[in-house]
């Protein structure tokens, strides 16, 4: 059964560091891109960022640029994303998802309804 797995959520004061890591059971992530996204309750889901199954291509977005980064070990099927500098806005629950290559291993999207497999999710809290 494929399934997706975070870990290393919780909580965190303003200024901190976490690392959530993403890793697959049941299938090689090598042939997927890899997004991470946030959502909580009454806000939208938002993109934070995705890696393409070769690692070529990496797209962060705005409100976390300069602070979170991504990357992949595909020899132990996992995903990790760095978050750096962590802001109170940042509190929510993350998710990360597998999209198949489609035919390019060097593509990646920020776009949550083009993903196919979803983790449970990982809270972040970050709070004095």
């Known amino acids: 059964q494929a399934q997706l797995v975070e870990s290393g959520g919780g909580l965190v004061q303003p200024g901190g560091s976490l690392r959530l890591s993403c890793t697959a059971s049941g299938f090689a992530l090598d042939h997927y891109a890899i997004g991470w996204f946030r959502h909580a309750p009454g806000k939208e889901r938002e993109g934070v960022s995705c890696i393409s199954g070769s690692a070529d291509d990496i797209r962060v977005a705005d409100s976390v640029k300069g602070r979170f980064s991504i990357s992949r070990d595909n020899t132990k099927n996992t995903v990790t994303l760095q978050m750096n500098s962590l802001k109170p806005e940042d509190t929510d629950v993350y998710y990360c998802?597998?999209?198949?290559?489609?035919?390019?291993?060097?593509?990646?999207?920020?776009?949550?309804?083009?993903?196919?497999?979803w983790g449970q999710g990982a809270k972040v809290t970050v709070s004095p």
């Open positions: 998802a597998a999209r198949t290559t489609r035919g390019s291993v060097s593509y990646c999207t920020l776009i949550s309804r083009e993903y196919d497999y």
